[in-house]
């Protein structure tokens, strides 16, 4: 099986730009998570969309949005970027069959957006 | 709240030494406990997890963990470290509903020859 891709790998966008990025879960999978990446703050939960729906939430502000479409791949969308907003953003997709908690999650390599 | 804690920031082995990665949780009820490791510019790897059962869990590339609910830890070890094992590792805990995790800081390791 091919794993997770994600596309583009790396974007330069300025400041006030907004930014869409995509995600293709391993097939078969219906849970997709997204989560930030920086020097400072870690590794941070943005959203999990499982079944077209978002399940959860992590503390990110409005700014931050996702999707899932039918075929669950997903995107995100970033509007009005704030350097800050510069990190690695990995998505992970999880079987989850029967929807319950803690299944494996496989991480895709990441977009690198940088914001100027 | 779900939290983590990877004390050590960075870390510096022999090749062929043993290595033991820290890791301390905060967590409610019983925990799904997770390791991954970042190699430069990639994504993150499953190198093992904790669901349930034996405390003493099996991983790829050689790594184990033990789960010590006395002590909230589930410390990584290997016992001969190899130049490849340079990377970054990260330990997370899992939640009760969905697939969010928490992650630690990370541990930088760093493999002298």
């Known amino acids: 099986k091919a794993g997770v891709t994600q596309t583009p790998r790396y974007l330069i966008k300025t400041r006030g730009q907004q930014v869409t990025l995509s995600c293709s879960p391993i097939?078969?999978?219906?849970?997709v998570s997204w989560y930030q990446q920086t020097p400072g703050q870690g590794l941070q939960f943005l959203f999990e969309?499982?079944?077209?729906?978002?399940?959860n939430k992590g503390n990110f502000p409005g700014r931050f949005s996702g999707r899932q479409f039918s075929n669950s791949r997903s995107e995100m969308n970033v509007s009005t970027l704030e350097l800050g907003d510069s990190a690695l953003y990995l998505c992970?997709?999880?079987?989850?069959?029967?929807?319950?908690?803690?299944?494996?999650?496989?991480f895709g390599p990441g977009t690198r957006l940088t914001v100027l | 709240a779900q939290s983590v804690t990877q004390p050590d920031i960075h870390i510096t082995v022999s090749e062929g030494a043993s290595l033991e990665l820290r890791c301390n949780y905060s967590?409610?009820?019983?925990?799904?406990l997770f390791w991954y490791v970042q190699s430069p510019g990639q994504g993150l790897q499953l190198l093992l997890k904790?669901?349930?059962?034996?405390?003493l869990v099996q991983g790829i590339k050689g790594f184990e963990a033990e789960f010590k609910r006395s002590q909230s830890s589930f410390n990584l070890r290997k016992p001969s470290v190899h130049w490849s094992d340079a990377a970054e590792y990260f330990c997370?805990?899992?939640?009760?509903?969905?697939?969010?995790?928490?992650f630690g800081a990370g541990t930088i390791l760093r493999v002298k020859s």
């Open positions: 904790y669901f349930s059962g034996d405390t």
């Open positions: 097939s078969g999978h219906r849970s």
């Open positions: 992970a997709s999880s079987p989850d069959p029967s929807g319950q908690a803690g299944n494996e999650q496989f």
């Open positions: 969309y499982f079944s077209e729906t978002q399940r």
């Open positions: 997370a805990v899992g939640p009760e509903y969905g697939n969010k995790l928490v």
């Open positions: 967590y409610g009820a019983t925990p799904y």
